[in-house]
């Protein structure tokens, strides 16, 4: 019965699993990078580089919130009644203020061909000085991007050089003196019964 096979399932005995041997090595491991050595003139330049990037990249990201700001075209600058003065938000005040005063010139001719065509060319200088604003506003994106880019740029290189010059300065750097090992003393075999007597002879006698 399905009831008795899921019980059985349940009491059957679970293989165990194998465990390494004790003292074997748990696995390959990661291999480490050999540290690197210190450098005070390196870690300045490293520091150096860092803060270059930071104050450049600050730079960048306030000149572009201004450059939002001025043209107006995204965000919560787009917004004519917070940001009156934008460059967007002029051009749509001056286009609005030529259909107003065409509408006013036209008096009964409304619906005249002139006072069309004269709708027509407000809308046709909108539509080029809109089109040129957002051309400007790609452009100043672009030099933003960019700026960023060379920041980040700017600093690789100057954390690859820093890494160079600690280097060269270990290489260049005079080793640590080191202990002098102890010298061994040769060691005398002693001296046999028969040697000890011919030492204490006088030279012009011989042993017996």
């Known amino acids: 019965?399905?009831?008795n096979a899921f019980k059985n399932a349940r009491m059957a005995p679970q293989r165990?699993?194998?465990?390494?041997?004790?003292?074997?090595?748990?696995?390959?491991?990661?291999?480490q990078q050999?540290?690197?050595?210190?450098?005070?003139?390196?870690?300045?330049?490293?520091a150096g580089a860092l803060n270059k990037r930071n104050n450049a990249?600050?730079?960048?990201?306030?000149s572009w919130l201004r450059t939002q700001q001025e043209f107006g075209l995204e965000g919560p600058w787009a917004d004519y009644a917070s940001n009156p003065y934008s460059r967007s938000a002029l051009l749509q005040r001056?286009?609005?203020?030529?259909?107003?005063?065409?509408?006013?010139?036209?008096?009964h001719n409304l619906y005249a061909g002139s006072f069309i065509n004269a709708q027509n060319q407000n809308t046709h200088q909108f539509n080029l000085g809109r089109?040129?604003?957002?051309?400007?506003?790609?452009q100043a994106n672009a030099e933003y991007i960019a700026n960023q880019q060379?920041?980040?740029?700017?600093?690789?290189e100057g954390i690859a050089q820093a890494g160079w010059d600690r280097v060269n300065a270990g290489l260049q750097a005079e080793p640590e003196p080191m202990a002098a090992a102890p010298q061994r003393q040769q060691?005398?075999?002693?001296?046999?019964?028969?040697q000890q007597i011919r030492q204490n002879i006088s030279p012009g006698r011989k042993a017996r």
């Open 1 to 3: 019965m399905p009831g």
């Open 150 to 156: 060379r920041a980040e740029d700017e600093y690789n």
């Open 187 to 194: 060691q005398r075999k002693p001296q046999s019964r028969k």
């Open 57 to 62: 990249m600050a730079g960048a990201q306030s």
């Open 94 to 107: 001056s286009y609005d203020a030529a259909r107003r005063g065409t509408t006013n010139s036209a008096g």
């Open 34 to 46: 050999p540290a690197m050595p210190w450098d005070a003139a390196a870690a300045n330049s490293e």
């Open 16 to 31: 165990p699993q194998p465990r390494p041997a004790p003292g074997a090595p748990a696995g390959p491991a990661a291999p």
């Open 131 to 138: 089109d040129e604003l957002q051309k400007g506003y790609a």
